[in-house]
């Protein structure tokens, strides 16, 4: 169960190409729900306080995956990225710990939660934010699309990627990506577009109207 509730977080989390994606939710949470268990049935053949044990053992993972989610942290020249995903992998952690130690109700519940955040709240985080989305067609003069370039370019633009797919058309020697980019409401969207031109050999870009 810890890696069902774990996946479906992470195919959210996946399908918008984040860092931390589908098999590290996973990952995450069948160690965090492992851990409890070892501290429910292995501590007590060597504790005598079994209760306080597991409580530290829990507390430690906990902790634990502060040092993982900061490595999903990025600090852009406008603002910063990744405290989502960051976020994410904690309550997959939490999520694993509950379907360990049986709380198999609550796990449900946050996983259910975490997806209505993630997917319905998304408008009223944008105007939270004072943010715009918008999702555009790109074609590039390769055959072979960058991802990594483009992501780390995006990144430092305080640009942030809500979706990318890399559209299978038979265009010869280029590649066509479906993206949706999510922009602060003040930021220059021509020059991010002019930099890609210049520097990534983007072709063309059209704004896609059925997304």
């Known amino acids: 169960m810890a890696a069902f509730l774990g996946a479906i977080i992470g195919i959210e989390r996946e399908i918008k190409n984040r860092a931390a994606g589908f098999r590290t939710h996973i990952i995450v949470s069948v160690g965090a729900c492992l851990i ?10 060597i504790s005598d306080d079994v209760g306080r044990d597991t409580a530290r053992i829990a507390g ?3 902790s634990g995956i ?3 989610g900061a490595g999903t942290i990025l600090q852009t ?3 910063v990225s990744g405290l989502t995903a960051a976020a994410t992998l904690w309550l997959s952690a939490a999520i694993g710990l ?3 130690i049986g709380f198999h109700e609550g796990a449900i519940i946050a996983t259910v939660v975490c997806l209505v955040t993630l997917i319905s709240l998304k408008g009223i985080s944008n105007l939270i934010n004072d943010r715009i989305s918008k999702s555009y067609i790109m074609v590039f003069a390769s055959d072979i699309f960058d991802e990594d370039n483009f992501l780390d370019f995006a990144s430092k633009e305080g640009v942030e990627i809500r979706r990318l797919d890399i ?3 038979e265009i010869e020697d280029k ?6 980019l999510s922009f602060h409401k003040h930021y220059n969207i021509g020059k991010f577009f002019k930099r890609l031109k210049s520097d990534y ?7 896609n109207k059925e997304e």
């Open 36 to 45: 409890m268990l070892i501290g429910i049935e292995g501590i007590g053949e």
């Open 60 to 62: 430690q993972v906990v």
């Open 66 to 68: 502060g040092f993982l």
């Open 77 to 79: 020249k406008d603002g």
């Open 98 to 100: 509950a379907v360990g």
């Open 167 to 169: 559209l299978d058309e």
């Open 175 to 180: 590649a066509m990506i479906k993206s949706t």
């Open 201 to 207: 050999h983007l072709e063309s870009v059209k704004l």
